[in-house]
């Protein structure tokens, strides 16, 4: 049977194309209506994303988030690298609300942001924990959070963001990150400092890019691509 991200079209207009593409329950879908809802509450008083974006939310943002928690559906513990309004992090938990088990840590340093963030796990009944800092600060207390998978969007250049993630990552850890059209040439660039196994997945919602797929994450060597 093909998985969410295989069925998935490349544009979602809006709940009904989101819940046909990756087949969620009525239930994540009135949740991810509500917050569309506060996306455009809060956008008034705070530039959270971009005007334009906003108009294709189940798009460019609930749909290329979606794509990620379709990659991992069977992981219980994530951490979100600077979660900004919720993309990936806040979507893969509301696609994961119904699983007791489940826990999504968001990491954000912009107080405006995290209560956004607050706010919408609230009336959603999120299952995350929201960590007010930099992501370099939580590395340092890492030593508890070893997630099953790390995640990030438009956070920073791949070498860059491995330094950021790699306090996170134990044996079994996987980074799933969203990149653009230069996602080959990152992995090029960060396979010079670190050593790791790696896969590209083609993007379902944005021509010409990519979700990078990083396991067996550790430092210098040479990186290594199954």
């Not at 050593?195 to 994450?217: D, M």
Request: aromatic share 8%; hydrophobic share 40%.
């Amino acid at each position: 049977m093909d998985s969410p991200a295989e069925r998935a079209p490349n544009r979602i207009t809006g709940p009904e194309s989101f819940a046909e593409a990756f087949k969620v329950p009525r239930e994540t879908i009135h949740r991810l209506i509500r917050y569309a809802e506060l996306l455009t509450e809060w956008q008034g008083r705070h530039n959270l994303v971009s005007a334009r974006s906003l108009l294709q939310v189940w798009d460019r943002h609930f749909a290329d988030s979606a794509q990620l928690w379709a990659l991992a559906p069977e992981a219980d513990s994530w951490l979100d690298l600077g979660s900004g309004a919720g993309f990936p992090g806040l979507v893969v938990a509301i696609l994961k609300a119904q699983d007791p088990d489940f826990r999504m840590h968001l990491v954000e340093s912009t107080a405006k942001k995290c209560a956004f963030l607050a706010e919408v796990a609230q009336q959603t009944q999120a299952p995350v924990e929201i960590h007010a800092m930099r992501i370099e600060e939580l590395g340092r207390r890492s030593q508890y959070l070893q997630p099953e998978i790390v995640s990030a969007r438009a956070l920073a250049p791949l070498p860059r963001l491995l330094d950021l993630a790699v306090p996170f990552f134990g044996p079994g850890t996987r980074g799933l990150f969203l990149k653009g059209r230069d996602a080959e040439r990152e992995l090029s660039e960060a396979g010079k400092r670190w050593s790791f196994a790696s896969r590209l997945h083609p993007s379902l919602t944005a021509p010409h890019s990519a979700i990078v797929e990083i396991g067996e994450l550790a430092k210098r060597g040479k990186a290594k691509t199954r």
